[in-house]
C-alpha cells in the first residue's frame, strides 16, 4: 500500500513539478516511513516553490532532525513558527514551539 502511495505521490510531482502540495505530500509519506534523507529533498523542494508553507517548513525541520542536521531543524522550525504566527496558525507554531523545546 505505501509503495502504491510513493507511486501515486511521485507521478504527481512528475505532473506538477511546480506544485509545492505535489512535493509535500511525497515528502510526509517519506517523513513517515523513517526515510529521512529523502524527505529533506522533497520538502526542501516545496518549501523553496512556497516559502511560505508552513505545515511544510514543520515537517522539513522534522526531517532534517531526524537525518541529524539538530541546527538545521532549528532554523526551519524558527522560521515556520514566523510564518505560523503570520497566517494566524497559533497552534502550528505552539507545535513547533514544542519540537524546539525537545530539539
Known sequence: MAADREAQFRKLVEQFPGS???????GKLLL??????????SLEQA???DPSYAAAL???????AGAGRREEARRTWEQG???ALEQNHPGLAEE?????ADL
Open 20 to 26: 509545492p502540495m505535489s512535493h509535500f505530500s511525497l
Open 32 to 41: 513517515e516511513a523513517g526515510r529521512y534523507p529523502e524527505a529533506v529533498l
Open 47 to 49: 518549501t523553496r516553490l
Open 58 to 64: 514543520l515537517a522539513l525541520g522534522e526531517a532534517l
Open 81 to 83: 513558527r514566523a510564518r
Open 96 to 100: 513547533m514551539d514544542g519540537l524546539l
